[in-house]
């Protein structure tokens, strides 16, 4: 009898131990912390704003940015860039036709990163036009896997002028080279030897869509008919995970669906090796919906799994405000396989506000793609996220940054 009442009393301990992470994980709150940051002039700065912890680069727009701390102690950073001030030109238009990546590096994981060199370009700027990731690479994403380095970022090539009568015949260079957008991975073995260029580049992406569902002004449209997966025309912005679980490596997603207007949705793929081959699942994740039942729109999936919280996150900007009641800033997602999610009791991750060292808030119309430094229990301690202060879009000036933000967690 005295037996079975150790076993029982442990197994009420054991639950009770459980629900705890599953309360922890609903009541977590982040709150962002001051950044080494001052508002400027627009003589001073197009960006308008300064500091230590605003990493831009004269005559570039510098914009999603991830940084891992290397053996060295130092934290490296793997960043998207391209030129500003081309006649004609536009942020929104030029990161989808000449974005590349550049590598920063400091002493702190929330303040003064330097500039190094651009380590990765589209393959034309070596005489190749054709290949997978040709015209343009984006949006980097770095982890370390079995002693190894893994850059995963996105990249795109132009396929060309469309035949006359077909649904692509109307399409620009940027509208075709936007729907050829795939996933792929550097490998490498140290940032000494990612700066000399010894780095395995993948030959072919890692992920490709499967179906291209698009009523009009469509590249190799999909048959009438065909219901859209996950990675419906594109896949974009890459976030990958180790599932300790069943040993696999996850590979998060983003894919374009009409309804009839555009919308960011997100599926997850599969694979025994950080390199692939990646085999997507049919579902839509953090697939939370709208009144009507159709999905919000989401994108900028970062994902991770937590030791302490036994449980996976995820951050996703927020277009609708449907996530958050706060359109276009972070929300906050758990679940406990990676596949199925939920919304956390507190789903705001981030208002679009930066807090500066002398006390001061300021609002920005853009923070976005983030990505985060984890304590080694999988808890969030620094957010790198692309920002501006007005409406980048239309522009050519360059007026866009990368932010640090330390951050301070709170398990209520």
Same mark, same amino acid.
Request: aromatic share 12%.
């Given at each position: 009898?005295?037996?079975?009442?150790?076993?029982?009393?442990? @197994?009420?301990?054991?639950?009770?131990?459980?629900?705890?992470? %599953?309360?922890?994980?609903?009541?977590?709150?982040?709150?962002?912390?001051?950044?080494?940051?001052?508002?400027?002039?627009?003589?001073?700065? &197009?960006?308008?704003? *300064? !500091?230590?912890?605003?990493?831009?680069?004269?005559?570039?727009?510098?914009?999603?940015?991830? /940084?891992?701390?290397?053996?060295? !102690?130092?934290?490296? *950073? %793997?960043?998207?860039?391209?030129?500003?001030?081309?006649?004609?030109?536009?942020?929104?238009?030029?990161? #989808?036709?000449?974005?590349?990546?550049?590598?920063?590096?400091?002493?702190? &994981?929330? $303040?003064?990163?330097?500039?190094?060199?651009?380590?990765? $370009?589209?393959?034309?700027?070596?005489?190749?036009?054709?290949?997978?990731?040709?015209?343009?690479?984006?949006?980097?994403?770095?982890?370390?896997?079995?002693?190894?380095?893994? %850059?995963?970022?996105? !990249?795109?090539?132009? &396929?060309?002028?469309?035949?006359?009568?077909?649904?692509?015949?109307?399409?620009?260079?940027?509208?075709? /080279?936007?729907?050829?957008?795939?996933?792929?991975?550097?490998?490498?073995?140290?940032?000494?030897?990612?700066?000399?260029?010894?780095?395995?580049?993948?030959?072919?992406?890692?992920?490709?869509?499967? =179906?291209?569902?698009?009523?009009?002004?469509?590249?190799?449209?999909?048959?009438?008919?065909?219901?859209?997966?996950?990675?419906?025309?594109? #896949?974009?912005?890459?976030?990958?995970? +180790?599932?300790?679980?069943?040993?696999?490596?996850?590979?998060?997603? $983003?894919?374009?669906?009409?309804? &009839?207007?555009?919308?960011?949705?997100?599926?997850?793929?599969?694979?025994?090796?950080?390199? @692939?081959?990646?085999?997507?699942?049919?579902?839509?994740?953090?697939?939370?919906? *709208?009144?009507?039942?159709?999905?919000?729109?989401?994108?900028?999936?970062? #994902?991770?799994?937590?030791?302490?919280?036994?449980? +996976?996150?995820?951050?996703?900007?927020?277009?609708?405000?449907?996530?958050? @009641?706060?359109?276009? =800033?972070?929300?906050?997602?758990?679940?406990?396989?990676?596949?199925?999610?939920? %919304?956390?009791?507190?789903?705001?991750?981030?208002?679009?506000?930066?807090?500066?060292?002398?006390?001061?808030?300021?609002?920005?119309?853009?923070?976005?793609?983030?990505?985060?430094?984890?304590?080694?229990? !999988?808890?969030?301690?620094?957010?790198?996220?692309?920002?501006?202060?007005?409406?980048?879009?239309?522009?050519?000036? @360059?007026?866009?940054?990368?932010?640090?933000?330390?951050?301070?967690?709170?398990?209520?």
């Amino acid at each position: 009898m005295k037996g079975i009442l150790t076993c029982f009393k442990g @197994g009420i301990l054991l639950i009770c131990f459980i629900n705890s992470f %599953l309360c922890w994980t609903q009541n977590i709150k982040i709150a962002p912390g001051r950044i080494d940051a001052r508002v400027v002039g627009l003589k001073e700065c &197009p960006n308008e704003i *300064m !500091g230590a912890s605003i990493f831009q680069i004269p005559n570039y727009f510098v914009w999603g940015a991830s /940084v891992i701390k290397g053996d060295d !102690g130092k934290y490296h *950073m %793997l960043f998207s860039l391209w030129e500003s001030g081309a006649e004609g030109g536009s942020f929104v238009k030029d990161w #989808v036709l000449q974005s590349k990546i550049g590598y920063a590096v400091s002493d702190y &994981p929330d $303040k003064g990163f330097r500039f190094q060199k651009i380590v990765l $370009k589209g393959t034309r700027y070596h005489g190749d036009n054709v290949s997978w990731d040709a015209q343009m690479v984006h949006n980097p994403h770095i982890k370390k896997f079995n002693g190894k380095y893994y %850059l995963y970022y996105i !990249g795109s090539k132009d &396929p060309g002028e469309q035949p006359q009568g077909s649904t692509g015949e109307n399409l620009d260079k940027r509208g075709r /080279v936007q729907q050829s957008l795939c996933i792929g991975v550097l490998e490498f073995d140290s940032f000494e030897n990612l700066l000399l260029g010894n780095f395995i580049r993948s030959k072919q992406p890692l992920l490709t869509p499967r =179906t291209r569902v698009k009523a009009n002004n469509i590249v190799n449209g999909s048959p009438f008919g065909t219901v859209a997966k996950p990675d419906n025309i594109i #896949v974009v912005n890459p976030s990958v995970v +180790y599932n300790p679980k069943i040993q696999k490596y996850m590979l998060y997603f $983003k894919g374009n669906v009409y309804e &009839p207007h555009w919308k960011g949705v997100h599926g997850v793929a599969i694979a025994d090796t950080p390199k @692939g081959p990646f085999k997507p699942l049919e579902n839509f994740v953090f697939d939370v919906r *709208m009144p009507d039942g159709t999905l919000a729109s989401t994108e900028d999936p970062f #994902v991770w799994y937590s030791p302490k919280l036994q449980q +996976y996150m995820a951050i996703v900007k927020d277009f609708t405000g449907r996530l958050t @009641g706060h359109k276009k =800033t972070l929300a906050l997602l758990s679940s406990t396989d990676g596949i199925v999610w939920d %919304l956390t009791a507190k789903p705001l991750f981030m208002e679009r506000k930066l807090h500066l060292m002398d006390g001061s808030v300021i609002e920005v119309d853009r923070l976005e793609r983030p990505q985060l430094l984890l304590s080694e229990d !999988g808890m969030p301690q620094y957010l790198y996220a692309a920002s501006a202060l007005g409406n980048v879009n239309v522009k050519n000036d @360059g007026s866009s940054f990368n932010v640090q933000i330390p951050l301070e967690v709170e398990l209520e």
